[in-house]
């Protein structure tokens, strides 16, 4: 990644951003945390095991100073065996499983559990030796080893100034029975492990403290990328007007599958068209089976042609239709009386178009509610 991108990467990440480095394993973890941790559940697990398994670890000792392998056959190593293992099981597994314990809690205290198979797959640009290269020159690889150093430096200075103040102390050992100086050797051992994980401390807090700020700093985003995400999350503005398109397009074709059924379709004539459906006995006011307007009107209007349905031009009707009813709705209340008329005259063009006679009148002067009128000119409304 250039320096310029980085520079480029001011935003904050997202949940999302963290979500999926997660998934692909990319968790913060401290090594020196888990490192310090591990010492110190060693050196409480020697404490606390030692008083316990101070015989046996005598009796081990003691055992190997005698053992002669050239003494050793066939019958011999068997009970040999027996002995040695589980001794040996009952006093180092104990420790061990602690410290295996330990080493899992520890990579948990700052990522937190994360099962993620992604990071289980074998990636092949891992084995890459270029990328090798550039990951051994890199920034991160410098700091590390800048603090592998400091570490050691940190260990050995502790280390050579317990040893130097207790030299006296430990040339002594070579004159004690061999009880008291495993005794106080081992204790000696659990008091520099103690100080060993003590200057540690400093240095541990300093390193959860970086890799927590330079793995937020890793998987900052670019305001592009923050706009690309947010695109893919609610979905790209165009798509989505396509989508939407789509959808009014499904939901005209199923209306005008609706028209056939209508009793009567009333017009502008030419800007609206609406068709009503009345079932008497099923509903109790009539419906608007579809409505449209410009060329929705248009082919609503041939459809009512095919099929044969009574058509009627009536303007103030058919406006106040269109803007205060959706389809599937019934008329409102305001507007029976015109609509009554309208049905009135359907049945006549039905009765004549059975059994003949003079052609029924279309109804004039429908009476529609001035508050449900509105002026053609100054609407915005659009299908």
């Not at 480095?21 to 020697?46: F, N, V, W, Y």
């Not at 800048?146 to 040893?163: G, T």
């Not at 006011?285 to 009536?314: C, D, F, M, N, Y």
Request: hydrophobic share 45%.
């Amino acid at each position: 990644m250039s320096e310029e991108d980085k520079d480029d990467k001011t935003e904050e990440p997202s949940s999302r951003r963290i979500e999926k480095a997660r998934e692909e394993g990319d968790i913060p973890r401290s090594r020196e945390l888990t490192s310090m941790l591990l010492l110190l559940s060693g050196l409480l697990a020697l404490t606390l095991c030692l008083p316990m398994s101070w015989q046996g670890m005598v009796h081990i000792v003691r055992y190997s100073w005698q053992f002669d392998l050239s003494h050793l056959n066939a019958h011999e190593w068997g009970p040999y065996s027996l002995d040695i293992i589980p001794l040996s099981l009952r006093l180092f597994l104990p420790f061990g499983l602690s410290l295996w314990g330990v080493a899992i809690v520890a990579n948990l205290i700052i990522g937190g559990i994360n099962l993620s198979p992604k990071a289980l797959q074998v990636k092949f640009s891992r084995l890459n030796p270029l990328s090798g290269m550039k990951k051994f020159y890199s920034a991160q690889t410098g700091a590390e080893l800048l603090k592998s150093c400091l570490k050691a430096c940190i260990v050995i200075a502790i280390l050579l100034a317990v040893l130097w103040a207790k030299q006296r102390e430990i040339l002594g050992l070579i004159h004690q029975p061999l009880g008291p100086a495993l005794t106080e050797g081992t204790y000696g051992l659990v008091k520099l492990w103690l100080w060993v994980v003590m200057g540690m401390i400093p240095m541990v807090a300093f390193d959860v403290f970086w890799q927590i700020y330079s793995y937020h700093k890793k998987l900052r985003m670019t305001r592009q990328e923050i706009r690309d995400e947010h695109k893919q999350q609610e979905g790209d503005p165009h798509l989505k007007g396509r989508i939407r398109q789509q959808m009014r397009a499904a939901a005209r074709q199923r209306m005008m599958a609706n028209v056939p059924r209508a009793d009567v379709i009333l017009t502008n004539p030419t800007h609206f068209a609406i068709a009503l459906l009345y079932q008497e006995g099923k509903m109790h006011a009539p419906q608007v089976v579809a409505k449209g307007r410009g060329q929705v009107a248009a082919k609503i209007r041939a459809l009512a042609s095919e099929h044969h349905i009574p058509t009627l031009e009536a303007p103030p009707l058919a406006r106040a239709l269109w803007r205060h009813t959706e389809v599937g709705e019934p008329i409102p209340g305001a507007l029976y009386t015109a609509v009554a008329e309208v049905l009135a005259w359907v049945w006549q063009v039905r009765r004549w178009r059975k059994v003949g006679g003079q052609k029924p009148e279309k109804p004039q002067q429908l009476v529609v509610p001035a508050e449900m009128t509105f002026d053609l000119e100054n609407d915005d409304d659009d299908e």
